[in-house]
């Protein structure tokens, strides 16, 4: 299972906790899990294009894998982002 697969069972145990939580049934609450959330996904986009890595790639002529990893990198923030905009919907 890839990373993006995971977004949409993700968004939707949120919304069961929002639904069904005493504790989490506040926006601020919901916010700090989200952040979290959201703080995970760029560490781990930070660790795969790194912009030292970046940077290296294109120095040595391989501008061609810098872009295809800040590519998946932006695909998979924007898919996040399309689940989250879809279950706060």
Request: hydrophobic content about 45%; overall charge positive; glycine content about 2%.
């Amino acid at each position: 299972m890839t990373l993006h697969e995971l977004f949409i069972p993700i968004m939707h145990t949120i919304l069961l906790i929002w639904n069904n939580s005493k504790f989490y049934k506040t926006p601020p609450r919901l916010v700090v899990l989200i952040r979290e959330i959201c703080n995970a996904i760029i560490s781990k986009a930070r660790d795969f294009a790194s912009g030292q890595t970046i940077f290296s790639l294109i120095q040595s002529d391989e501008t061609q894998e810098a872009y295809q990893k800040l590519q998946i990198t932006i695909d998979i923030c924007t898919k996040f982002k399309d689940a989250y905009f879809e279950y706060k919907a």
